[in-house]
């Protein structure tokens, strides 16, 4: 049975939607402030959390915001927005601050959105499956591979670069968020970094600050990978003790590969 917290501050909408789901095997916890959310989520373990973005105390966004960057809660769960907020506006910066996917409150009656969210967890639950699978070819194919974490938010310098990087025969992690790009390195172990400087959450010079100030990742190599800076700029990134800079723009795929190359090997 999956357990899902419905963040909805109108008891009467949350009571239709709290019945329609409970009737459909779910349990349900209702969170009537940001506040409840943190703490919910802190307490106990749930499949989901259907997040309505006006909320008293604290915003549904800074809620997102606090899941995801603080590092105090599962980097599994999984957030839906539930909303009515112009989804055109606001899909995208719910999307970078970590949300897994958003619905406009009237995009779906209440049993068609049970519908709907049963389909997300079960799509989610496929996804974790092939990802444990290929995991566990990856363990054994990578073994011997030098890792890298590429942090950066645009999916085309991610596609380039990183497919390079892969085929060279590199393993390449992906932190699409500058906080979780933090929490990647602190929590696993790397042979090399590339960021991009301006990124959601934490930009490029906190991530660099917070690399050198660890003991475990102050020695490992750093590329930045960025778009056009002054050159005031780039002497001042340089003199954080990155190992080189490419503008985005200026630099083949090739020229990065021969780069980590010489760097790890």
């Given amino acids: 049975m999956a357990k899902i917290m419905l963040v909805e501050d109108d008891p009467m909408i949350a009571e239709i939607y709290k019945r329609k789901f409970e009737s459909a095997g779910f349990e349900v916890v209702n969170a009537v402030t940001g506040k409840e959310v943190l703490k919910f989520a802190s307490e ?17 966004m800074d809620v997102l915001k606090q899941l995801r960057q603080s590092g105090e809660y599962d980097s599994n769960l999984k957030v839906v927005v539930l909303s009515n907020l112009n ?5 995208k910066e719910a999307r970078d601050n970590g949300a897994d996917g958003f619905i406009g409150k009237t995009q779906y009656s209440p049993s068609e959105l049970v519908s709907e969210i049963q389909r ?16 566990g070819k990856k363990n054994e194919d990578n073994i011997n591979k030098k890792r890298i974490l590429f942090i950066e938010d645009e999916e085309i310098f991610l596609e ?3 497919k390079k990087l892969e085929d060279e025969g ?5 932190a699409k968020n500058g906080s979780w790009g933090i929490k990647m390195a602190d929590e696993n172990d790397y042979d090399l970094f590339i960021t991009d400087m301006t990124m959601p959450a934490a930009g490029g010079e906190e991530i ?4 050198k100030m660890d003991d475990r ?4 190599p750093i590329i930045v990978l960025s778009a056009s800076l002054i050159e ?29 190359k010489e760097l790890i090997g």
């Fill in 44 to 60: 106990e373990k749930f499949d989901l959390i259907l997040l309505d973005m006006v909320l008293p105390e604290i915003s549904g």
């Fill in 87 to 91: 989804k055109t506006e606001y899909e």
């Fill in 120 to 135: 997300l967890l079960n799509e989610y639950r496929e996804q974790k499956k092939n990802k444990e699978r290929l995991s």
């Fill in 160 to 162: 380039m670069f990183g």
């Fill in 170 to 174: 590199y393993e390449v992690e992906y």
């Fill in 208 to 211: 660099i600050r917070k690399l």
């Fill in 217 to 220: 990742t102050k020695d490992i």
């Fill in 232 to 260: 005031e700029d780039i002497s001042a990134v340089r003199e954080m003790g990155i190992h080189d800079f490419y503008e985005k723009t200026k630099v083949v795929p090739s020229d990065l590969a021969r780069k980590v």
